[in-house]
């Protein structure tokens, strides 16, 4: 069975860190790109990051460019999001998922495999 669990969220102060993990199991990266998608109540799920696991090729939003860093390690089947600078606005539930044709820009809507999600607040 296919699985990817999400962790590492919490309740953070404006300006500080977090690092979230991906882990898979069912699968192997094998060339798949893996993404980082958030969301909040009543808004649609965006897109922040992206990583293929074959070539380590990264896209991120301008709007996390520059404060978070995706990484991969493909021995552990895990995906790594290190957020730094967090800011209130980047509240959300945080979600991994994974694109078996490894697209580099993990479309929202061509995602294969989704994980849980795990919640990231931050505090003013």
């Known amino acids: 069975e296919v699985q990817l669990q999400a962790s590492g969220g919490g309740l953070v102060q404006a300006g500080g860190s977090l690092r979230l993990s991906c882990v898979a199991s069912g699968f192997t990266f094998d060339g798949s790109s893996i993404g980082w998608f958030r969301q909040v109540p009543g808004k649609e799920r965006e897109g922040i990051s992206c990583i293929n696991s074959g070539d380590g090729r990264t896209v991120y939003a301008d709007s996390v460019k520059g404060r978070f860093t995706i990484s991969i390690d493909n021995a552990k089947n895990t995906v790594y999001l290190q957020m730094n600078s967090l800011k209130p606005e980047d509240t959300a539930k945080y979600y991994c998922?994974?694109?078996?044709?490894?697209?580099?820009?993990?479309?929202?809507?061509?995602?294969?495999?989704w994980g849980k999600g795990t919640q990231v607040t931050v505090s003013s």
């Open positions: 998922a994974a694109d078996l044709t490894g697209q580099i820009y993990c479309p929202l809507y061509g995602m294969d495999y």
